[in-house]
């Protein structure tokens, strides 16, 4: 059962970012995480990453960076955002868990996922359904850690039935590119009594630029890409975006990717991403806070492969 005692839920008026770390940055990104530290910014994320092009499942590791992150840094909260639980058995992710925990200080969340099932498969993985998965692994995982106190834990969450399980079996949920208009839906599984004490997390991509239609191209590229994703493709039909995704769809068969891009309405676009001017992106920050989400993090992975500067320059938006 969840320990409402031990999660802190809000952040202030700043909200967190996704570091992460491809070789040849981690030394630089471990230091940016102490720079935002100071800079008073709440928490980082650090992710799970697939490697292109070949899909691999895990090459980098989100646990280790959270502990170099941590061992830098004093204040901030640290999450993996999210560790998949099919590359690591419940017993090794409860030993790494609790490690973090008790380095921390109680700083560190432990975000899970169940991963891509079209990749996954790719390796030989068996991947389970989602809901009954995730039920056994966290049980397996919490008897494993015997005497081991484990940190919070956060379930990565698109749909509202996963969004439910969080509330029943973790600490909170992370989403990844949640609509906007949609989390009413995801979370109507969630007691609206409860939701003070529980975390609802959502990663959303963020592009700064002065020029509103360069934001709304670069929007539409990303959300098209989505619809080669079957989990995505599936939430983003629940969301009402269905005929964007299919007219997506039939234009990536095709072999041609600006109409894919083409196909994503600006309503989808801006539903999805957080974009435009340092004003533009405060606004759309506190839209997301008033919808629920009391954990927003910004993702800057897809504009720049500089992710150091790309986090500074997003995160001056709000000193």
Known sequence: ???DSCVTTSDAEKPGFILSAPPGQRRAIVELARELEQRDFPHVLCPHEYARP????APYDCLSLCTAV???TERIRVASGVAVTYTRHPTDMAAAASFNHELSEGRFFLGLGSGYKSVLERYGITVERPIPHMRRYIREMREAAVEQPLPPVLFAALRGKMAALGWELADGIIGGNWALSHVPQTLAGIPESKREGFIVGNVAPLYLCDDRAEGLAFMRRLCA???RIPTYASYFAEAGYGD?????????EAGDSRAAAASISERMAEDV????SPTEIQERV???RAAGVNWITLSTLYPSKDRVGAVREAAAVFD
């Open 244 to 252: 964007e995704i299919a007219g997506a769809q039939v234009a990536f």
């Open 286 to 288: 506190a839209e997301w």
């Open 273 to 276: 991403g957080i974009f435009g």
């Open 1 to 3: 059962m969840r320990d």
């Open 225 to 227: 890409a989505f619809a």
């Open 54 to 57: 070949h899909d691999i499942p």
């Open 70 to 72: 941590i061992q830098a």
